[in-house]
């Protein structure tokens, strides 16, 4: 599998042949439509001055909260057309998570990636349907998962007539309320030919606390990236809030939205010396 081909795949994708990695990134939640314009519209600043090639992210709803009270989204059909919007008036892809099979085909009308979380990425039927709405298909590769095992979700989205997969490393369970990234899992599952993605802010949450809301680290966002390009990940996925203390979801391990022109930057010099030994 070409890796280009499948980032081609990509409606309105920029900046493919700049040898950059690409970007997904945005709020963990669709919570407004001025959050939600105001961080594309920002993020689209920034990754066209630097040449990279950026898919916006948002969830249209979170499913996986651990207490019922928790926020969930504003609806689902009001946060989808936001982001349809955001894609036709920035001319931007978009991506978002689905949880059911009903939920990929209801996305697919409104968004060019659809992506599984990682604590679905072994639900066969979700793949599959994820798999029969043509568009590419981002699959994070689940806390309990070994690298190697992920091969067997992106052949379960392949058989079904899809090979345009993304599979996205975000972390490994380390006991109860911790996660570690290995980075041997980036050339691991670089070995199935499709893209690689390291997801940094999700690889800092601290899941599971007692209080019911998860803990982060967003300090440590530098230091995972600049690991994750220089193992030469494929792609780099930073969920990002103009106020993460204010956010409704995983403001805890989020980029606060004026720190993340500075931190690409660093990541691009760094790519362009990474390349240079892999001529």
Same mark, same amino acid.
């Given at each position: 599998?070409?890796?280009?081909?499948?980032?081609?795949?990509?409606?309105?994708?920029?900046?493919?042949?700049?040898?950059?990695?690409?970007?997904?990134?945005?709020?963990?939640?669709?919570?407004?439509?001025?959050?939600?314009?105001?961080?594309?519209?920002?993020?689209?600043?920034?990754?066209?001055?630097?040449?990279?090639?950026?898919?916006?992210?948002?969830?249209?709803?979170?499913?996986?909260?651990?207490?019922?009270?928790?926020?969930?989204?504003?609806?689902?059909?009001?946060?989808?057309?936001?982001?349809?919007?955001?894609?036709?008036?920035?001319?931007?892809?978009?991506?978002?998570?689905?949880?059911?099979?009903?939920?990929?085909?209801?996305?697919?009308?409104?968004?060019?990636?659809?992506?599984?979380?990682?604590?679905?990425?072994?639900?066969?039927?979700?793949?599959?349907?994820?798999?029969?709405?043509?568009?590419?298909?981002?699959?994070?590769?689940?806390?309990?998962?070994?690298?190697?095992?992920?091969?067997?979700?992106?052949?379960?989205?392949?058989?079904?007539?899809?090979?345009?997969?993304?599979?996205?490393?975000?972390?490994?369970?380390?006991?109860?309320?911790?996660?570690?990234?290995?980075?041997?899992?980036?050339?691991?599952?670089?070995?199935?030919?499709?893209?690689?993605?390291?997801?940094? +802010? #999700?690889?800092?949450?601290?899941?599971? !606390?007692?209080? *019911?809301?998860?803990?982060? @680290?967003?300090? %440590?966002? $530098?230091?995972?990236?600049?690991?994750?390009?220089?193992?030469?990940?494929?792609?780099?996925?930073?969920? +990002? #809030?103009?106020?993460?203390?204010?956010? !409704?979801?995983? *403001?805890?391990?989020?980029? @606060?939205?004026? %720190?993340? $022109?500075?931190?690409?930057?660093?990541?691009?010099?760094?790519?362009?010396?990474?390349?240079?030994?892999?001529?």
């Amino acid at each position: 599998m070409d890796k280009t081909a499948v980032l081609q795949k990509i409606e309105n994708l920029k900046y493919l042949d700049t040898n950059n990695f690409f970007l997904f990134a945005g709020p963990c939640v669709v919570e407004s439509e001025k959050i939600a314009f105001e961080t594309a519209e920002r993020i689209l600043e920034i990754t066209d001055k630097l040449k990279i090639p950026f898919v916006y992210k948002s969830s249209y709803r979170k499913a996986n909260r651990q207490r019922i009270d928790s926020f969930t989204g504003i609806g689902d059909q009001k946060a989808l057309k936001i982001l349809q919007s955001i894609a036709e008036i920035y001319e931007i892809p978009v991506v978002t998570d689905i949880h059911s099979e009903d939920d990929a085909f209801m996305a697919a009308q409104y968004v060019d990636v659809i992506q599984i979380p990682a604590f679905l990425c072994r639900q066969t039927e979700l793949l599959i349907a994820a798999a029969k709405t043509g568009r590419v298909v981002n699959i994070k590769k689940g806390q309990f998962v070994a690298p190697e095992s992920m091969k067997y979700a992106a052949e379960k989205v392949a058989q079904s007539g899809n090979p345009n997969i993304i599979l996205t490393e975000r972390g490994s369970m380390f006991g109860y309320y911790d996660l570690v990234v290995d980075y041997r899992s980036i050339i691991e599952m670089q070995k199935t030919g499709y893209p690689v993605m390291l997801d940094i +802010t #999700h690889s800092l949450q601290q899941p599971n !606390l007692p209080g *019911g809301v998860s803990g982060g @680290r967003p300090e %440590l966002i $530098e230091t995972i990236a600049r690991a994750g390009i220089a193992v030469g990940v494929d792609g780099i996925f930073i969920e +990002t #809030h103009p106020n993460p203390a204010e956010a !409704l979801s995983d *403001g805890a391990n989020m980029l @606060r939205l004026d %720190l993340l $022109e500075p931190l690409l930057e660093k990541l691009v010099m760094l790519r362009q010396v990474v390349n240079k030994f892999e001529k």
